[in-house]
């Protein structure tokens, strides 16, 4: 299992209403959120993204693509947290 500690600009700016993807791109370069993420084997983050039943197998051998949807998908989840009032760092778990 693995866990991203998540800041607040980073939640808010990769979950909000409409496209997020200049937004993701931009954060999976701060070395705080990237260091995490690229910490993740590509085959356990490919498994785990699966069980979203959101993309393909092909979509999911993009590594790359991978990485922005994980980013994202914590980022939406984190800010559950922040609205019920959890606090920031923000503590998303990837995986069982």
Same mark, same amino acid.
């Given at each position: 299992?693995?866990?991203?500690? %998540? &800041? =607040?600009? +980073? ?5 909000? #209403?409409?496209? +997020?993807?200049?937004?993701? #791109?931009? $954060? ?5 959120? #990237?260091?995490? &993420?690229?910490? &993740?084997? #590509? ?11 959101? $993309? ?12 922005? =949807? %994980?980013? $994202? ?8 947290? &922040?609205?019920?009032?959890?606090? +920031? ?8």
């Amino acid at each position: 299992m693995y866990f991203l500690k %998540l &800041i =607040r600009r +980073c939640v808010e700016d990769c979950s909000h #209403a409409g496209r +997020c993807d200049d937004d993701v #791109a931009h $954060w999976l370069t701060v070395p705080r959120i #990237a260091n995490q &993420i690229n910490a &993740i084997p #590509a085959d356990y983050l490919a498994a785990y993204l699966k069980t979203f039943g959101a $993309w393909d197998a092909d979509q999911l051998g993009d590594h790359e693509q991978n990485k922005a =949807r %994980l980013l $994202w998908s914590a980022c939406s989840t984190a800010k559950e947290q &922040i609205v019920h009032k959890e606090p +920031c760092p923000c503590t998303v778990y990837v995986g069982e």
